[in-house]
């Protein structure tokens, strides 16, 4: 079915509603899920709310957290998400980077004791508007990425995205996990019954593994690259750097270590890393925003390998499917709707799709 974005956004808020989170803690989540939804990212919709389920039943969610800034100068700050879903500490964590690089042109926030915050072009394309760059990163709770030469995952998906504004249109952005695929893509796929692509899974000896549904109970994804011969170091090192930001300079979990170190923690304590810049520190008003966009139109008019084809740009097929569904609805499967209804009915919320 295809579904109004407001009509999903209140049925996911009628859920959360159900599960007893704070209003606020509503309205960001669902917020970053419809974001994530309108723009074809459906790994990171409200597809979600099944594993924040998992993290609410299993007690590794604060529902009713006290988010606050717990140090900060005028151009940095860490603020502490007492556990919660990562959406609500995160836009604060990006609001205020904001405020500080429009004060001082650079903000940098850091988020610790988080957890999932869904999209991070989201948080990235908070920046343009106010004719800022954004850049984000976060680590992830479970180790998913296998080193290259490597057998076990000792690394989180790890995205990264940066949003920056030009003179007219949409803003450039460029969002993507450092993994050859997001996890959530691989549970899509065993969700569906599809095979994964050679090069984004690995078993437990190290070779690549196709078997979707296989995929999802080993937790072994190549890095962005794939395989060696591939260059997948490139992926491996940026998704280290990646935890270094997220993660040391937060003083969050670190995946790997996590079970062995924190057995009894209460919480998955993710860490993110915001920045935002501002341009006009840099350059006369208005010409950074001028030349990414004469920039960007050379990109798209590169001559064509195939005459069907069109060069883009990241971020343009997002756009394709932010304007396709803000007009004709969000399209849901199947097995999507029966999930999200079973998970109303375990907790009485209503059904509002039907």
């Not at 030469?149 to 949409?170: R, Y």
Request: aromatic letters at 6%; hydrophobic letters at 45%; charged letters at 20%.
């Amino acid at each position: 079915m295809n579904v109004p974005a407001e009509q999903l956004a209140h049925q996911a808020a009628t859920l959360l509603r159900a599960w007893e989170m704070d209003e606020e803690s509503i309205a960001a989540t669902v917020e970053v899920m419809l974001y994530a939804d309108l723009r074809g990212i459906e790994s990171h919709g409200v597809s979600t709310l099944t594993l924040y389920d998992e993290y609410r039943r299993s007690a590794k969610l604060t529902v009713r957290p006290q988010v606050r800034v717990v140090r900060e100068t005028p151009v940095t700050a860490v603020v502490d998400g007492d556990g919660g879903l990562g959406h609500l500490p995160s836009l604060r964590a990006m609001r205020l980077a904001i405020e500080k690089a429009s004060k001082c042109g650079v903000g940098a926030v850091s988020v610790r004791n988080s957890n999932h915050f869904g999209a991070a072009g989201a948080y990235a394309m908070m920046a343009p508007p106010k004719g800022l760059i954004g850049y984000v990163t976060s680590a992830t709770w479970r180790p998913g990425i296998v080193p290259t030469f490597g057998a076990d995952a000792m690394l989180g998906t790890n995205p990264i995205a940066f949003a920056a504004p030009v003179k007219s249109g949409p803003p450039f952005c460029l969002d993507l996990a450092t993994s050859t695929v997001a996890f959530n893509k691989v549970k899509m796929a065993a969700w569906h019954g599809k095979e994964l692509r050679p090069g984004w899974a690995m078993d437990a000896a190290g070779q690549p593994l196709t078997d979707a549904a296989a995929a999802v109970k080993s937790i072994r994804l190549t890095p962005l690259g794939g395989l060696p011969e591939m260059s997948s170091h490139k992926g491996y090192g940026l998704a280290t750097m990646v935890e270094i930001l997220s993660t040391t300079l937060s003083g969050s979990f670190f995946a790997a270590t996590r079970p062995q170190d924190h057995p009894d923690a209460p919480r998955h304590n993710v860490g993110h890393f915001f920045l935002a810049l501002d341009p006009k520190a840099f350059r006369e008003e208005g010409e950074f925003e001028a030349d990414l966009e004469a920039m960007l139109a050379a990109l798209r008019a590169t001559r064509r390998a195939e005459a069907e084809q069109p060069v883009l740009v990241a971020g343009d097929p997002e756009q394709v499917q932010l304007t396709t569904r803000s007009r004709d609805g969000i399209p849901l499967s199947e097995e999507l709707v029966t999930t999200l209804r079973k998970l109303c009915e375990v907790v009485g919320a209503p059904w509002l799709l039907a």
